[in-house]
């Protein structure tokens, strides 16, 4: 019996910058005999394809490569724990820890109903349920990569995330536009390339929304040295861009995580109710906030119940992307660095515990931290 074929081995390229592209290819044309670029990217100093030896070894000696890398795989960051009830909401608005450690509790979300200033909100992610009732309408369609099944979330995470930034019931912003970015296969993983795929999109939809500003969710993340996810996360905030990115649920340094390892991104570790960092969250001097990330409610796809409780680093990650993008509404844009500090210098310090040393011990708040003797 013949042994399955094997497919060829895809690379990401990433030229240096200020390389001429078309220069590039045109030295590197007459190395191209079997093999095969992929894809292109209109904004990103990199490009994909399969190459042979002799490819490979004009590449790796060309002045204007910066990195050569395999295109590998990464997974969502989420974790599910039903019979909860919510409460994230109530804690991003207030100062005073939660009087009850009972998730069923309800409590009140106080936020300022004039952030109505129009903000684009890009979930990379499975897509999203753009009809779901929960979204009034706001959510849409952005980009699917080749090969995906389009306009469709399978997978579901992508809804959930956004339902977290956005949604009408328990979303941190309840005006914003979620676009989604489907990347993310119904398996619950992506591509380094698939990645790059969605960050050129942002990029480009950035540019073409007429000065809208933009707010970009990262729910996932990967344990390798993927240097041109960061390089080009980080092009995305040098066009202006906003990007929160999950620091992720394995209990470790999130420093070695791509992209939370990012200097420039918003790195979000999960906190419960009780005021402690999750077990699973990941730490580290990366780490810029924790926010709610245990037991949050959350909308199925399709399944007998309306809502399911989960918990992970991806939902904290929503409620700061949610976060920024209600702050731009309310006060206009700024500079993604600005917004960062922003977040930090509005925040709770000092409140959660068993955070690790060398981990900023800081809780979002939205700015309406009344330190009372209980939660309303």
């Known amino acids: 019996m013949a042994e399955p074929k094997k497919e060829p081995t895809t690379y990401i390229i990433t030229l240096k910058k200020g390389v001429d592209k078309d220069a590039h290819f045109g030295a590197l044309r007459p190395h191209l005999f079997g093999s095969d670029i992929k894809f292109t990217f209109k904004h990103l100093d990199a490009y994909s394809g399969t190459f042979t030896e002799e490819a490979l070894g004009f590449l790796g000696a060309s002045s204007d490569v910066k990195e050569i890398e395999e295109d590998t795989l990464f997974p969502l960051f989420d974790k599910t724990v039903q019979d909860q009830a919510p409460w994230g909401l109530n804690r991003i608005s207030q100062g005073a820890p939660l009087s009850s450690t009972d998730p069923t509790r309800p409590g009140e979300y106080k936020y300022d109903n004039n952030a109505r200033n129009t903000v684009n909100v890009y979930i990379i992610d499975t897509g999203i349920k753009v009809d779901l009732g929960d979204f009034e309408g706001r959510a849409r369609w952005g980009y699917t990569f080749p090969g995906l099944e389009p306009d469709v979330d399978k997978h579901g995470h992508g809804t959930q995330v956004a339902s977290v930034i956005g949604g009408a019931s328990f979303g941190v912003f309840k005006n914003a536009n979620l676009i989604a970015v489907k990347v993310v296969d119904d398996e619950g993983n992506v591509s380094q390339l698939r990645a790059l795929a969605g960050i050129d999109f942002v990029i480009e ?59 420039s991104v918003n790195t979000v570790g999960a906190s419960n109710i009780s005021d402690e960092r999750c077990s699973f969250s990941n730490f580290g001097t990366v780490v810029n906030v924790f926010a709610p990330g245990e037991n949050i409610p959350v909308p199925t796809i399709g399944g007998p119940d309306p809502w399911i409780f989960q918990s992970g680093t991806s939902l904290a990650c929503a409620h700061v992307t949610g976060l920024v993008a209600y702050f731009i509404a309310l006060l206009g844009d700024m500079r993604p660095d600005i917004m960062s500090q922003y977040v930090v210098d509005h925040a709770l310090h000092g409140v959660l515990r068993d955070i690790p040393a060398g981990t900023p011990n800081i809780l979002i708040n939205n700015g309406y931290a009344v330190l009372e003797p209980e939660d309303s």
Do not use: F, Y
């Open 205 to 263: 939809a950035a540019r073409l929304s007429g000065g809208c500003p933009s707010v970009v969710n990262m729910s996932w993340g990967e344990r390798q040295d993927i240097t041109s996810i960061d390089e080009h996360v980080e092009k995305m905030i040098e066009c202006g861009i906003h990007v929160c990115a999950a620091a992720g649920n394995s209990n470790m340094d999130a420093n070695a995580v791509s992209p939370a390892r990012v200097a």
